[in-house]
């Protein structure tokens, strides 16, 4: 039988094939088929099986599991200590770490081979112990304990590797002209390096700049390369450049040589060409052009919120805005649909100046219960400073570090105005504010939402140019002396949903959101805003004069419900139609003609 290291103990395990392959299916799933070390079935499999799985993301669980020796040389003596196992195969190592963010994602090379495997959430790792069959096993070569680690930790030790590709096809300013472009298309990395005499057969060989030992540091395509010692990249030019000690000009000449191509003669030809297009028509689009164009589905919730924009929720005092913002956070860090809408899993930042932290333990463990999310570890952060200040550019760097740090994607202000000192009715206000952390924000990829309070009787508080700099504007709406609400949208850019009704139900320990038929409730508003109408009517049929505050007694000694509103609506309306008339002087309403007659 297996005896599973002290270290891993607490976390989950996996029945594996002879070929390291899950035997299980669904053995991801919290619930599915992965076991505890204490598990009978999971003992019985042990003593009958050479080998197990390792079950990564549980607990926050990751494995650092390299693939390349080049790799883990360079990068091994900068990571901290931590339990490590050898593989039996390559004998290369599995890194054990307790992280932040359980993410996974490969670190590949330009041939798109894996040079290192984060092994997070939905992966596994064979375990120490186990047998290939071969007489190898995977044996412990640092007994440690596991140490933590976070997940920007790791991308900054592996950042000279991480988008190798996407660096080395940065082009040089130089480069964009059609000569270059034709040289390209003609001339390839490994005709260059022919001519620097390397030997370039698979893929990959020393490198033309400096003596390497094993001869495999130099990595290429057809059109880019990139070095593992030196951290050079770039494409052919870059590399004649490079190997020859050269200037770009003399690069160009002579790469264009070799191509066949009379430089001086397609310079002047391009200078022509150019010329000619300066007097050309501007580019426009016609109806077959935006026929084609596809629906952004890159959204944060599905309908409800897309990446990449800042958004403005908004109410009077107490109509949930807080609560639905924590539980919008809780639904995209977990993955859970927010409303009936799809969410994408991120992670969010809530930078709370409204609420103790009392009042956010309360709320964050009854929506955790309500939702039934037994895990308690998911990627939602608060940041409650109270020396905040978002046009302070220092405190701006440091909440974009912060961001970068712990991968934000999603960031909520609780509420605005208790992050800045400016004034909502100022223009040039609300153009610093944007100026200097919004765009900003923006331009990193962030989304951004800020609440916002209005008057309490919901009217919008602010200068249009508060409106003008969101591209989405949401406003929450509760039903007076009920829990039920409705998130309308007032602004949106990409036809996000019209509007989302909602109910919360507390219990004892369990906050519950449920979703509520739309259009089911307009209907039941109307219905309601015509029955008091007609109700309202009846008061008047003996021509009585009556003020505002005289209807409201009325309706509270018959035990009416309604809202201010909804009263000042139907008053409105009666006068609108010609049913009541309004004496503004006494403030009385009555039958319209009333008045005439008793004169």
Known sequence: MKMIP??????????????????????????????????????????????????????????????????QEKVISKLPKTFTVKTAGRGLLH????????ESFKILDLNKETLVDVQGTGKQVIG????????????????????????????????????IEKRANIKANEEKDEICAKIKDIVKV?????DLDVDSKDGHCSCPMHSSKGGRCFSWKEDVWHCFHCDKS??????????????????????????????????????????????????????????????????????????????MFYAPPAQFKSLLAQYMGICITSGRPFLGLKTRKNPVLISDLEDNDQIIKTRWAGIRRGMRIRSKKFPLFYLQRKDVNLLDSSFVEKLRNTIKQYDIKFLIFDTLHRHADYDENSANDMNRLYT????????????????????????????SDFLGMCDLVYRVC??????????????????????IAGDIEFLDDDVIFSMRDAKEEKTE???????????????????????????????????????????????????????????????????????????
């Not at 890194?95 to 359980?102: Q, R, V, W």
């Open 525 to 599: 508003a109307l219905s309601k805003l015509k029955e008091l109408t007609s109700k309202i009517e009846i008061y008047f049929i003996d021509g009585q004069e009556l003020q505002r505050k005289d209807v409201q007694v009325r309706l509270e000694n018959e035990s009416y419900e309604y809202s201010t509103a909804t009263l000042s609506r139907c008053l409105s309306f009666l006068v609108e139609i010609g049913k009541l008339q309004y004496d503004e002087k006494n403030r009385k309403y009555s039958q319209l003609g009333h008045n005439e007659e008793v004169n």
């Open 234 to 311: 770039g494409n052919i030019f870059h590399l004649l450049m490079h190997a020859r000690n050269i200037p770009f000009i003399e690069a160009k000449k002579e790469l264009a040589k070799k191509a066949g191509i009379d430089i001086e003669f397609r310079e002047k030809t391009t200078e022509i060409f150019q010329q000619q297009r300066e007097v050309e028509e501007l580019e426009v689009k016609d109806y077959y052009y935006f026929e084609n164009v596809k629906k952004d589905k890159d959204m944060i919730i599905q309908d409800f919120l897309p990446k990449g924009v800042l958004t």
């Open 436 to 463: 200097t952390i919004f765009q900003k924000l923006l331009e990193d990829g962030i989304s951004i939402m800020f609440l916002h309070h209005t008057t309490k009787m919901g009217e919008f508080r602010g200068s």
């Open 6 to 71: 002290t270290q891993l103990k607490s976390y989950r395990f996996i029945k594996v094939s002879p070929n390291k392959a899950p035997i299980e299916k669904e053995w991801q799933k919290e619930g599915g088929n992965n076991y505890s070390y204490e598990d009978k079935e999971f003992q019985s499999y042990l003593k009958g099986s050479g080998m197990y799985g390792v079950a990564t993301g549980f607990n926050n669980l990751i494995v650092i599991d390299f693939d390349s020796v080049v790799v």
């Open 478 to 499: 509760r039903t007076k002396n009920t829990n039920k609400f409705r998130i309308i949208n007032e602004k949106n850019r990409l036809g996000e949903t019209s509007e």
């Open 128 to 163: 120490p112990g186990s047998d290939l069959g071969t007489g190898k096993r995977y044996e412990i070569v640092d007994n440690s304990e596991i140490s933590k680690i976070t997940l920007y930790q790791i991308k900054e030790f592996f950042k000279e590797w991480i988008d």
């Open 95 to 102: 890194k054990y770490y307790i992280t932040d963010i359980s």
């Open 190 to 194: 490994p005709d260059v390096l022919r």
